[in-house]
């Protein structure tokens, strides 16, 4: 629902022309042209052995079609079951296709070769797609079969060429410890389908496997699992298909047995546990009076910093990040900071060989080279030469504001320092308004230092939209640690008005735990996040253009999306889409149910913003598919 708010013959000739054609014809050997574009793939003729044949003794399999044909990217995209240890062969020659498999057979074992679309012919690349070769080692081949698909869990996109294994060994360290039974890849759309499966029950796993051993070993391999256990089926039924002679007249009605194999539409949520080496990235000392370090990943404490060439018990102020994986030292005593190295015994959480965090001690020197400048050097022959050096020049504290021309009514002003500041006079700031041509003070504002940043300072107030403001700041507002004042600052700004912003309500319906509705600009990319509150997502002040959306289960309440952990058996969060764009104009307020359940998680996302698509998608496609989920979505 939208409100408004306001208010596209001759003999000789002939005898020549056919000379020229001949001549030219002998002098460019080309292939004679004609007919029509070969757009079929290739065709399965024979193989040794054949299709689903038992007792298979020999580790050579060679595969015939109609045509000269191409195996691509093999590492990547042929898959063997049960998973083979050292790389089979895989080679072609003409219209063969041969494969010698290098690990010993398995008795009483059946093989699947799951070529994907691996197989093109010579000529056009035409694609056969989903091919697969299947024999057996003993008297029976298996045949059930379970399929699904693969999507990310933060942002429902498809996920290509990652395993999708079964173990038998239904314990939870089975897929930490042991390679799987049978596996299968995802294709472009992230669907699989493990073929020739035993009768029995099962845990299903799909795994980035960085280091081709078929088991989760690594804590940086992007995973799924599958709650329950999985039992494969097959049911048979009889299908009638009607040959007609013409657009009127039955010519056969032919009966054949289909199987129809299950699970089949198994969801499988693709994430990664975050899991980061904790270690010391970088040291710097980029001034006398500030060293810093950088860790590769977030840490719950900071470290130990003991001084070994000074003594000094309150040496410097501390500036952190929210992480604890930056971490600036300012050095208050001036006779520390003159030195040219500062050695430091350092103590610091750290991922050791077995990937645990444990303590580490590490001596770190902190060394300052200055940059030798033409003022500096120029002083420096002044002095030697006797010369009255110049009067020295007072050096202001440096600081950066963020002002925009255009202020946000929703926003503040920021004030970063260059240094950490020891005092501040509040009363040397000053906001003004302007009424006609003269500015006249504001007074219920707020100005202070950012709980989170020390060096950063916020000017709040609840702005007046259209408006034009200007704040300014009076010299020696600010003195830093080292004793640097601030120079005077004056900016002026504009507020934008009411009419230049969109609003949008999203109700949603069917969540009950609390949630975060995040919308998205046209490249998946979060724009804002807000809390479902009683039954609805709410966003004010938007500037217009196409949005997105998608909604996040807060299982935990702490106001962010949370990955999973296969240790602690617990998925990711769960992740809606709306299923459709949302068009907002100035001075619209947009109203939009929204039944999160309506569709599958692999129909919500809207195809214009899925960005691993399979190749030669076109638009029209996309259109079509958009219609189709937008109109099971409204019928809803």
């Avoid at 296709?97 to 691996?118: G, M, Q």
């Avoid at 299908?239 to 129809?260: F, K, S």
Wanted: glycine share 4%; hydrophobic share 35%; aromatic share 10%.
């Amino acid at each position: 629902m939208i409100k408004k708010r306001i208010s596209t013959y001759a003999p000789l000739a002939v005898i020549s022309v056919l000379v020229i054609g001949m001549v030219s014809s002998c002098a460019n050997m080309a292939r004679p042209g004609g007919g029509p574009k070969d757009e079929t793939p290739p065709v399965f003729v024979k193989s040794d052995p054949l299709p689903n044949q038992v007792n298979v003794s020999k580790n050579k399999i060679e595969i015939e079609f109609d045509e000269i044909v191409l195996v691509e990217k093999v590492s990547e995209k042929v898959i063997i079951s049960p998973p083979q240890k050292e790389m089979p062969l895989i080679r072609t020659s003409g219209r063969k296709v041969t494969v010698e498999l290098k690990d010993t057979l398995l008795p009483n074992t059946t093989y699947t070769i799951d070529f994907s679309d691996a197989i093109v012919d010579n000529n056009e690349r035409n694609v056969l797609e989903n091919f697969a070769f299947s024999f057996s080692t003993g008297p029976v081949i298996d045949t059930l079969q379970i399929s699904g698909i693969l999507l990310n869990a933060e942002n429902l996109e498809p996920v290509t060429g990652m395993l999708v294994g079964i173990h038998a060994n239904l314990e939870d360290t089975a897929f930490t410890r042991l390679p799987f039974d049978r596996i299968a890849l995802s294709d472009a759309r992230g669907a699989f389908s493990i073929r020739n499966i035993t009768p029995g029950t099962y845990r299903l796993y799909a795994l980035k496997d960085l280091n081709r051993d078929y088991r989760f070993d690594n804590a940086t391999e992007d995973i799924a699992f599958l709650d329950s256990t999985v039992t494969p089926s097959v049911e048979t039924f009889l299908r009638a298909d009607t040959l007609w002679t013409d657009t009127v007249t039955i010519d056969t009605i032919v009966v054949t047995q289909v199987a129809e194999y299950a699970p089949k539409d198994i969801l499988l949520k693709v994430f990664n546990e975050n899991f980061k080496s904790h270690y010391l990235e970088k040291n710097e000392r980029p001034s006398p009076r500030k060293f810093s370090l950088y860790f590769s990943a977030a840490n719950d404490t900071l470290p130990e910093m003991k001084p070994l060439n000074f003594e000094h018990d309150d040496w410097a102020y501390i500036e952190k990040n929210v992480t604890n994986d930056t971490i600036h030292y300012w050095i208050k005593d001036s006779l520390v900071y003159q030195m040219d190295t500062l050695v430091f015994e350092s103590r610091y959480m750290r991922t050791d060989s077995l990937m645990e965090l444990s303590m580490f001690t590490d001596t770190l020197k902190m060394i300052f080279r200055p940059k030798r400048t033409v003022s500096r050097e120029r002083e420096r022959k002044k002095k030697e030469e006797g010369e009255e050096a110049a009067a020295p020049v007072v050096e202001f504290l440096k600081m950066s504001p963020t002002i925009p021309s255009s202020l946000n009514v929703y926003d503040f002003l920021r004030f970063e320092y260059a240094e950490p500041v020891d005092s501040f006079d509040n009363s040397a700031v000053h906001l003004e308004i302007k009424n006609d041509t003269l500015w006249n003070p504001v007074t219920d504002f707020t100005f202070g230092q950012d709980s989170l940043k020390m060096r950063m300072f916020a000017l709040h107030h609840k702005w007046k939209p259209g408006e034009m403001y200007r704040v300014s700041i009076d010299s020696l507002a600010a003195v830093s640690i080292y004793g640097a004042p601030t120079d005077k600052f004056s900016q002026s700004f504009k507020v934008r008005t009411l009419e230049e912003y969109s609003n949008l309500y999203l109700a949603t319906q069917g969540i009950k735990d609390s949630a975060y509705v995040v919308l998205l600009n046209s490249n998946d990319v979060p724009v804002r996040s807000v809390p479902v509150v009683n039954g609805g997502a709410e966003f004010l002040y938007l500037d217009p253009g196409v949005y997105y959306a998608r909604l996040f289960v807060d299982r935990n309440g702490n106001g962010k999306y949370d990955t999973g952990n296969y240790a602690e058996k617990r998925q990711p969060e769960d992740v809606y889409y709306y299923p459709k764009s949302l068009e907002l104009k100035a001075n619209w307020d947009v109203e939009q149910d929204w039944d999160v359940f309506a569709l599958p998680p692999d129909r919500q996302k809207p195809r214009a913003i899925v960005k691993n698509k399979p190749k030669g998608e076109i638009i029209q496609e996309e259109k079509q598919e958009d219609a189709e989920n937008e109109m099971l979505f409204d019928g809803q």
